[in-house]
């Protein structure tokens, strides 16, 4: 069984992280979207917040979960006997920066691989800061999260 892990601050999640993590479930046997609960990063969702909207987004996928971790993403891999890690890439950009945390993560686990998926062109833009920048601003993002995300999003924004 090949279990990847699909970590992240999901603040909140979205319809293209949605995607990455239903692709990666077609691929690998079990997903586990690690919730990230990253102290030093200012978050508009608290972790149990951020992991109740990513368990609710999955809900309907059998191979797929979602829990959260602190410390080290290869750490957590570790801990769940995952072999994998996946990653989506939005822009070129993003491959840089996740080229230094691959090879990182390869000094700290070399057992554990990293498979990147490209995002879906629909989900290329956008990023989490993005949408909730566009939320605090009354902007429409009902096909972007799914509806109780958006909901969630309107009531911290009090739109």
Same mark, same amino acid.
Do not use: W
């Given at each position: 069984?090949?279990?990847?892990?699909?970590?992240?601050?999901? #603040?909140?999640?979205?319809?293209?992280?949605? =995607?990455?993590?239903?692709?990666?479930? +077609?691929?690998?046997?079990? @997903?586990?979207?690690?919730?990230? =609960?990253?102290?030093?990063?200012?978050?508009? $969702?608290?972790?149990?917040?951020?992991? =109740?909207?990513?368990?609710?987004?999955? *809900?309907?996928?059998?191979?797929?979960?979602?829990?959260? $971790?602190?410390?080290?993403? @290869?750490?957590?891999?570790? +801990?769940?006997?995952?072999?994998?890690?996946? &990653?989506?890439? &939005? @822009?070129?950009?993003?491959?840089?920066?996740? $080229? #230094?945390?691959?090879?990182?993560?390869?000094?700290?686990?070399?057992?554990?691989?990293?498979?990147?998926?490209?995002?879906?062109?629909?989900?290329? $833009?956008?990023?989490?800061?993005?949408?909730?920048?566009?939320? &605090?601003?009354?902007?429409?993002? =009902?096909?972007?999260?799914?509806?109780?995300? *958006?909901?969630?999003? &309107?009531?911290?924004?009090?739109?």
């Amino acid at each position: 069984m090949t279990i990847a892990v699909y970590p992240g601050s999901f #603040d909140p999640i979205t319809n293209g992280h949605i =995607d990455v993590a239903t692709r990666a479930a +077609r691929i690998f046997d079990r @997903v586990i979207i690690g919730i990230y =609960d990253n102290p030093g990063k200012q978050l508009m $969702f608290a972790l149990e917040e951020r992991v =109740d909207m990513a368990v609710k987004a999955v *809900a309907g996928i059998r191979n797929i979960e979602a829990i959260p $971790f602190t410390g080290l993403a @290869v750490d957590f891999a570790s +801990r769940v006997k995952a072999g994998v890690m996946v &990653r989506g890439l &939005r @822009v070129s950009a993003d491959f840089e920066h996740e $080229f #230094d945390m691959a090879m990182m993560n390869k000094k700290l686990n070399p057992e554990l691989e990293l498979v990147c998926l490209m995002a879906s062109p629909e989900y290329q $833009f956008l990023s989490s800061s993005i949408l909730k920048e566009v939320a &605090r601003l009354g902007g429409n993002i =009902d096909d972007l999260v799914p509806g109780h995300v *958006a909901e969630a999003l &309107r009531k911290k924004e009090g739109a």
